[in-house]
């Protein structure tokens, strides 16, 4: 699928899925040696970095956790409401834990800030942050980005877990707004 159309706007194929592939892995084995003698817990945050965490803990040759939690998202618009609540919980606990949390992307840096700072609060060994895309120049709150798998211009995208209106998700290739 070189071109999607939904409503009046035309998405073409931004990271097709080897280049996507190629750069997870090379995540995953900086994260094995970053983590070496170490189990980290990989906190995906839902619903959109299901299939970069899937990827990435595949990739990952080592002992290591995964959780899920999910916040609050932008509902069906495509500019951020600036308002992140925490839908599901963590169930465990993480105090004296490696974490790593991952991120399908990172845009004003608001769910990420909001994240770690609640994390933090529970007296984690370690947080660092894992994400597949990063808009630089949308970013609004300071954060600390560890990992970073490609920075992006400030485009719409969707595919690889990124949604439009909740679908598009299940793309292997991430695609951009013309
Ligand atoms: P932030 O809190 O502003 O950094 O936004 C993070 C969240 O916004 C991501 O987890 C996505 O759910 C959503 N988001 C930001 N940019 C895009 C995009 O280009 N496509 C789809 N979702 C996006």
Do not use: W
């Given at each position: 699928?070189?071109?999607?159309?939904?409503?009046?706007?035309?998405?073409?194929?931004?990271?097709?899925?080897?280049?996507?592939?190629?750069?997870?892995?090379e995540l995953?084995?900086?994260l094995?040696?970053?983590?070496?003698?170490?189990?980290?817990?990989?906190?995906g945050?839902?619903?959109?970095?299901?299939?970069?965490?899937?990827?990435?803990?595949?990739?990952?040759?080592?002992?290591?956790?995964?959780?899920?939690?999910?916040?609050?998202?932008?509902?069906?618009?495509?500019?951020?409401?600036g308002?992140?609540?925490?839908?599901?919980?963590?169930?465990?606990?993480?105090?004296?834990?490696?974490?790593?949390?991952?991120?399908?992307?990172?845009?004003?840096?608001?769910?990420?800030?909001?994240?770690?700072?609640?994390?933090?609060?529970h007296?984690?060994?370690?947080?660092?942050?894992?994400?597949?895309?990063?808009k630089?120049?949308?970013?609004?709150?300071?954060?600390?980005?560890?990992y970073?798998?490609?920075?992006i211009?400030?485009?719409?995208?969707?595919?690889?877990?990124?949604?439009?209106?909740?679908?598009?998700?299940?793309?292997k290739?991430?695609?951009?707004?013309?």
């Amino acid at each position: 699928m070189d071109e999607i159309i939904i409503k009046e706007d035309h998405f073409t194929v931004f990271l097709d899925e080897a280049t996507i592939q190629k750069r997870v892995k090379e995540l995953s084995e900086e994260l094995l040696r970053a983590y070496k003698g170490k189990t980290p817990i990989f906190i995906g945050i839902l619903n959109g970095a299901f299939p970069f965490l899937t990827d990435l803990v595949k990739n990952y040759n080592g002992l290591c956790e995964v959780e899920f939690m999910k916040l609050s998202s932008y509902g069906d618009a495509k500019i951020s409401s600036g308002n992140v609540k925490v839908v599901k919980e963590l169930e465990i606990d993480i105090s004296g834990k490696d974490i790593i949390i991952v991120e399908d992307i990172v845009d004003t840096g608001l769910s990420v800030k909001y994240i770690e700072r609640m994390l933090e609060s529970h007296n984690p060994a370690s947080v660092a942050v894992v994400t597949l895309l990063l808009k630089p120049e949308s970013l609004k709150y300071n954060v600390k980005i560890d990992y970073i798998g490609f920075s992006i211009p400030s485009k719409f995208v969707i595919g690889y877990g990124l949604d439009y209106e909740q679908k598009y998700r299940n793309l292997k290739a991430i695609y951009a707004l013309k």
